[in-house]
Structure formats: structure tokens, C-alpha cells
């Protein structure tokens, strides 16, 4: 997959429970306030890491505030030869009030 696709957070839910990797690129404070359970914080600082480490075979989910920040980020992870990219319509926001329940707190987790 040389682009990416937009997804509702159901579907993310499902990529999910299926292995896909998430990516959150809002800024380090909101990132900490709270973020997609086992998302991961990136930011151009963290992203040689995360690119370096990252299993490009592995769905890639990216969140940001609403669903359009994240588009251009998930069309450049697409370019880097990700396999599978996903952009989350909605945002965090969205997927907070669809799933209260899979939101963490906390300072950025580590890249897979």
C-alpha cells in the first residue's frame, strides 16, 4: 500500500485486536493527558527511532485531534514504505466518546 486509508474507530478498534500499531502525533502534553491505550507519542524527534525499530509489515494506525492532521502524516509513513497505513477519522476525540474505556495517561510509551 503505497497510500493510506481513512477508518472509522471501529475498525481501529479491530486493527487493534489484530496487532496494528498506533501512532499518536498530538503534542507531548496532550499525548500525556491521555491517548489511545498503547499508542505511541510521535513527533519528528521520535520518529528516526520509531522508523528504525517500526516492523513495516504491521498495520499503522495514526491518530491526531480530529482526523486531518493525521492524513498527512499517514500519507508520508505510507511513503516510507509502511505496508499498511491508516488514518483515524474522528481523531482522538472521536475515539475517546466511542471508547471511553480504551483511553491511558501517561508520558509516551516506547516505539514497537
Known sequence: MSEFRRIPPQEAQLL???????VDIRD??????SHIAGAHHLDNQSLP???ARADFER???VACYHGNSSQG???YLAQQGFAEVYSLDGGFELWRATF???VAQGAADQPA
Open 16 to 22: 487493534r485486536t489484530q496487532g496494528a500499531v498506533v
Open 73 to 75: 502524516a499517514a500519507a
Open 49 to 51: 527511532d520509531f522508523m
Open 28 to 33: 507531548p502534553q496532550s499525548y500525556a493527558q
Open 100 to 102: 471511553p474505556d480504551e
Open 59 to 61: 498495520p499503522l494506525i
